[in-house]
């Protein structure tokens, strides 16, 4: 390995490590995301004041925006771990890219469906073909065929790397479904939160939004750490430290009826 | 308080869609959950069996 990868870096790429490293963090990841969301979901269903036009329908956009920035970003972060996976054969990156693509094709589901519920009472129908609705399902597409994919094949290595292929086609998307909203006259609304210049959004519903926003972040890194251990012990079964977990340190209490019979 | 449940007469649209991503990510947490329970019972087993071989050759006394 080049020498500006750092050591400690380079050993958290071993499964042993990163499953202890990973089962430490959880916690307190999951901990964060539970206050953060808490607060955001005071912040915008009891503080923030009501829209003037969209009355308190509005208040959808509290989730519907952040899971549909998660749906993007957990895309983001397939590619790049398949792209790894691809180049290096890296088994944690496979496993990071295939544990991610469950969580994000569970945030594009919210979107859809949260979009769907706001669509109903202010556009007055559920769904239409506009160029931001389709993309975004177009995403949730992409997500079941790289799950469908991963278990279509008998080696589950052979299946990620299929997976991670088609992943890394399928970021073209990402881009359409952001710029969306720009490139195409559609019923969806602009974007309200711009990095750059400032948001069309009131300070008192920005807060509650920006919260959830970092509570959705913790949230997937705990729900995949969650995911990454458990197939880990799944792809490692084999080996020393997973039959060690598996003999006691987790569920010592298991053994005691079998000795006595 | 049933001013904010009714939020402004939206109740039907905004309680359904805090409903789902509760339930969804609530699934999708449960899950990884019981699959490494799943796991570790096989391997437990997979280990118990593979002991019980080693052993049998040891003890003639069983006649299966």
Known sequence: MSKWIPLWLHKLGSPPTFYRFAGTLRPWLLALALIAGAVALYGGLVLAPADYQQGDAYRIIFIHVPSAWMGLFIYGVLAVASFVALVWRIKLAESVAMESAPIGAAFTFITLVTGSLWGKPMWGTWWTWDARLTSELVLLFLYLGVIGLYHAFEDRRQGARAAAFLAIIGIINVPIVHFSVNWWNTLHQGSTIRILGPSKISASMLWPLLTMMVATKFYYVASLFGRVRADLLDLEGGKEWVRRIAGGDDAPNRQAPGERA | ?64
């Open chain 2, 1 to 64: 308080m049933s001013a904010f449940l009714a939020m402004g007469g939206y109740a039907a649209y905004v309680w359904p869609a805090y409903a789902v991503f509760f339930l969804v990510l609530l699934a999708d947490f449960l899950s990884p959950l019981l699959r490494r329970r799943r796991n570790l019972r096989e391997l437990r087993a997979r280990l118990a069996r593979q002991t019980a071989r080693q052993q049998r050759p040891a003890s003639p006394t069983v006649h299966p």
